[in-house]
C-alpha cells in the first residue's frame, strides 16, 4: 500500500510541474501500469513436508504399524477406496476401506507377528484446482510367526485427501518376501 503512496506523490509532482506533453505521456504510462499490476495471477500449485495432513498421514502409518486398527480407520473418509500394486484406473483392482481393513487384520493375526516403518518421507502436493494428494515413501520391517528373520518391505503409497483424511489410497509394495503365514 504505501508504494501506491510513493507513486501517487510522483505523479502529483510530474503533473503539476511537467509540460502537457509530458503530463499526457506520465498519465499513458501511469494508467498502463495500473492496468498491469491489476491482473490475477494464475493459482499455483504448492508442496508442503508439514502440516495438519502430514501430521494425519504419519498417524495412519503409525496406528497401522502398532496394530490399532480403529485408530487407523478414522483417518478414511467412509466412501474410501483402496488400490495395491495395481493400476488406480482398474475399477476392479480398488477395495473399500473396511474390505482393506479386514485383510490388515488378517495379516496381522496370521503373518506379521512384528511390524516397524522408519520415519519415511511425507509430503502434500495442492494442485492449482485446489485437490490434495499426500505421498508417501517408507520402509516396513516385518517379522512372520515362524522366522526369526526380518523382512525389509519399502512401500510407495499415494493419498487422495479430503481435509485430514483419506478419500483414496494407491500403494505399491513387494510381497513375494512376505513371510509364510503361520500353519494351523
Request: glycine fraction near 6%; hydrophobic fraction near 35%.
Amino acid at each position: 500500500m504505501q508504494n501506491y503512496k510513493i507513486f501517487d506523490l510522483f505523479v502529483y509532482f510530474e503533473y503539476n510541474y511537467k509540460s502537457n506533453s509530458m503530463k499526457k505521456l506520465l498519465i499513458l504510462f501511469s494508467m498502463a501500469l495500473v492496468l498491469c499490476g491489476c491482473q490475477n495471477t494464475a493459482p499455483s500449485s504448492s508442496l508442503t513436508y508439514e502440516g495438519e495432513q502430514i501430521e494425519a498421514l504419519k498417524g495412519l502409518i503409525s496406528s497401522f504399524t502398532a496394530g490399532d486398527f480403529e485408530t487407523y480407520r478414522s483417518y478414511f473418509t467412509d466412501e474410501a477406496r483402496i488400490v495395491h500394486n495395481a493400476w488406480f484406473l482398474d475399477e476392479e483392482a480398488g477395495i473399500s476401506i473396511d474390505a482393506m481393513l479386514e485383510q490388515h487384520i488378517f495379516n496381522r493375526e496370521n503373518i506379521f507377528e512384528e511390524i516397524s516403518v522408519n520415519e519415511g518421507i511425507y509430503e502434500i502436493i495442492t494442485q492449482e484446482n485446489g485437490n490434495q494428494y499426500g505421498h508417501v515413501w517408507i520402509e516396513f520391517t516385518v517379522r512372520g510367526y515362524e522366522s526369526e528373520e526380518d523382512v525389509k518391505i519399502p512401500v510407495s503409497l499415494s493419498f487422495g485427501m479430503k481435509g485430514n483424511q483419506v478419500d483414496f489410497e494407491w500403494g505399491f509394495y513387494d510381497t513375494s518376501n512376505f513371510p509364510k503365514p503361520k500353519s494351523e
